[in-house]
């Protein structure tokens, strides 16, 4: 196991035990690894956020179906919601990124 996987399964089973959570924690998960993915890369380029939030979103769950396949055992379930969960908290993060950059444009140059 990865240190990446270690650490989100780490991170999934301490959220689930918090119950305040309105959505699963596994899509909390999915959700906050998105946002933090377009926090980062927002300050490079809007689609190459937008782009790589879908890749790791889609690419999570080819993981997990090959994993499945390979191991003959069922871990992880393949789940198109895990995807869409990526993507929104990837589109939250450009939100708020974009935001945050025009505001620091507005006060650092005053217009």
Same mark, same amino acid.
């Given at each position: 196991?990865? #240190?990446?996987? =270690? ?6 089973? %301490?959220?689930?035990?918090?119950? /305040?959570? +309105?959505? +699963?924690?596994? %899509? /909390? =998960? @999915?959700?906050?690894?998105? /946002?933090? #993915?377009? #926090? ?6 809007? +689609?190459?956020?937008?782009?790589? $939030?879908?890749?790791?979103? $889609? ?6 179906? $090959? &994993? ?5 055992? @069922?871990?992880?379930? $393949? ?6 969960? =990526?993507? #929104? ?19 650092? &140059?005053?217009?």
């Amino acid at each position: 196991m990865s #240190i990446i996987e =270690t650490s989100l399964a780490y991170l999934s089973d %301490k959220l689930s035990k918090l119950n /305040f959570l +309105p959505i +699963p924690a596994d %899509k /909390f =998960t @999915h959700g906050l690894a998105g /946002f933090t #993915i377009a #926090i980062l890369l927002t300050l490079y380029s809007v +689609p190459l956020a937008l782009l790589a $939030v879908l890749v790791v979103g $889609v690419g999570k769950e080819l993981y997990d179906y $090959v &994993m499945n396949r390979l191991s003959g055992k @069922h871990k992880h379930d $393949v789940d198109a919601h895990d995807i869409l969960a =990526t993507v #929104i908290g990837g589109v939250l993060g450009i939100g708020v990124m974009s935001l945050l950059l025009k505001l620091v444009t507005f006060l650092i &140059m005053g217009a």
